[in-house]
């Protein structure tokens, strides 16, 4: 059987709705991944889903019942945001919520620590990057990265240490990557995000969840290669767990 969740966050944005809306339906891989909204109340949405409202910028609901494409541990998902002007800029309340049908503390955990770091990056997409198009690119690891612990592999192969806080500058050097001088923009047990002059990288410890971790790439430079960044950061991971 399943059961119902929901997902509540509020926070504030020194960006117009404006901006904010342009970010969360036709700028979501510069801070999430690329999904495309029809623009009207009752058009297509994401995961085979429904938009149950558009009124921009104040209001977008999408909702998919039934057989949600890309979770098949649930059988009802849906995405709400309202957004309201504030006097220096706009307050955002984002509600996820639907049914998940499988291993609910795990599949609830899992959102639940995603969506800080997903609404994190959507406040560094529109604090350094506002209105840019990026190139996104995204890599699993191994099937033996889904181990409990294997993020630590991760940390060990950034060079990071063990204490280095948010907003720390550090200098990255994967192996077989270009170094990266960047912001350490977001610490966590299970996520880190990396912050450049063009990109932000986010690294996600899904093994804690019972999946494999992985990489994803927000590049915001012209001529960034989607594909060659997948291969990179995919030879990175693998070798860390050869």
Do not use: C
Request: hydrophobic share 40%.
């Amino acid at each position: 059987m399943g059961k119902e969740f929901e997902i509540v966050r509020e926070f504030e944005v020194p960006s117009p709705p404006e901006e904010v809306w342009e970010a969360i339906t036709t700028g979501t891989g510069g801070w999430l991944w690329p999904m495309e909204y029809e623009p009207r109340t009752g058009g297509a949405a994401p995961f085979g889903g429904t938009v149950t409202a558009w009124d921009p910028p104040h209001r977008l609901t999408a909702r998919s019942e039934g057989e949600v494409e890309g979770a098949e541990n649930q059988t009802l998902n849906q995405l709400d945001h309202v957004i309201e002007p504030r006097e220096n800029g706009s307050w955002v309340r984002y509600v996820h919520s639907g049914i998940f049908v499988d291993d609910w503390d795990n599949q609830y955990d899992g959102a639940n620590q995603h969506t800080d770091f997903y609404l994190h990056t959507l406040r560094q997409y529109l604090a350094h990057f506002p209105g840019r198009r990026a190139a996104y690119a995204a890599v699993d690891g191994p099937a033996v990265s889904s181990a409990p612990g294997s993020f630590e592999a991760v940390r060990r192969g950034l060079g990071l240490a063990d204490d280095v806080p948010e907003g720390a500058r550090v200098r990255v050097e994967p192996a077989g990557l270009a170094p990266l001088d960047a912001v350490v923009d977001y610490r966590a047990a299970h996520f880190i995000g990396l912050r450049t002059d063009d990109a932000m990288v986010r690294f996600f410890g899904r093994d804690a969840f019972g999946a494999p971790v992985g990489v994803a790439v927000h590049e915001f430079a012209s001529g960034a290669d989607q594909k060659e960044t997948e291969r990179a950061w995919g030879e990175w991971l693998t070798g860390l767990f050869a």
